[in-house]
């Protein structure tokens, strides 16, 4: 009939529409990879051994910062949306090939592999070093991975390593992804650390600007020299003879021109508290959503201070610190034993 020809012209219509539109797309993607150094065509007629060289080139050239990522992934997906809407008529069948190749970028680009730590990609870089460093290796197959003391690292060797790094951007990316997360844990540790994310947030910033080798060098350098105070400061714990969980309250606690022997009660002051809270009152489920147990931490912890130096801590100071280390509590512990130390 004539309304069932005209319904089969729309149609026909309507998917010439879209497929002009997912051409454009492609074309766009296309030309968004070759200004940042990468020919799709290569892959699409790549042999099946050499394709995942190639893929690692695209990886690399999308990696240079977070920006060139991200642009490339919505650039993807608009591809990916109206190649399904096409799916499966007749009018899809120039886009295939092109499709396959995008599809399978982006897919090496979020493959969900194991996260790597600082270390690990440490170690990858290490390899190319002449001169050793410490390692610590597992002496049982189920224990950690082999620890890296990262501030005993030769960091001008690693600079110089780094020159010899095929895959620079990646290498980076997955640098200061590894240092992001080490960062995370450690600033909900301990809420001071917050300056480490301020420093780390200058860098990535000025990493995400940058658009050539030199300022992926750059980032690199000083992403390098940052993990170095990171893992200084992630030993700080240990050099104060104290857990992360005491540090965290030591460092509220503590103030400029204490004496040694005011430390060392500061200290101890801050092992009571965490005590004698975990004793009881963090044990308990839901803790937080009480009015009268919250009331009953604050006053612990009030009770607690008072044995802080007299001298250094008049009450007034007292007051303020109890109120510090209580937020820190709240935000930390969240009952029945749970908290983000034990994350």
Known sequence: SGAGKKDDENKIELLEKIAGELKESIRATRGYLRELGFNLTELMNAKPMDKLAKLNEATDCLSLNE???????????????????????EQIKPFIREFNAIEAIYGQLNQKVKS????????????????????????????????????????????AAFSNVKRKNTFVFDLQKAIARKLKQMVQENPLRLQFYDEYKRIIDE??????????EEAFNKLTEFSQSLSVEETRAMREGL??????????????????KEIDEVKKIAQQTLDVLREEKLKLARWRESTQIRAQIKTTIYNTLLWLPEVAYPEVEVLEKADVVYQHIFSSYSGEGRSVYSA
Request: net charge negative; no cysteine.
């Open 207 to 216: 990493y995400n600007r940058g658009k050539d080798t030199n300022a992926t």
């Open 67 to 89: 920006n060139t990522r991200t642009k490339f992934e919505m650039m993807a997906r608009d591809v990916f949306r109206k190649y399904k809407a096409l799916y499966p008529e």
């Open 116 to 159: 790597a730590d600082i270390t690990d990609i440490m170690m990858q870089l290490q390899a190319l070093v002449d001169e050793s460093v410490f390692v610590k290796p597992p002496t049982e197959p189920h224990m950690e991975d082999p620890y890296i003391d990262l501030s005993s690292l030769n960091f001008e060797k690693l600079k």
């Open 243 to 260: 857990t992360e969980e005491t540090l965290a309250i030591f460092d509220l606690l503590k103030k400029d021109n204490l004496n040694k």
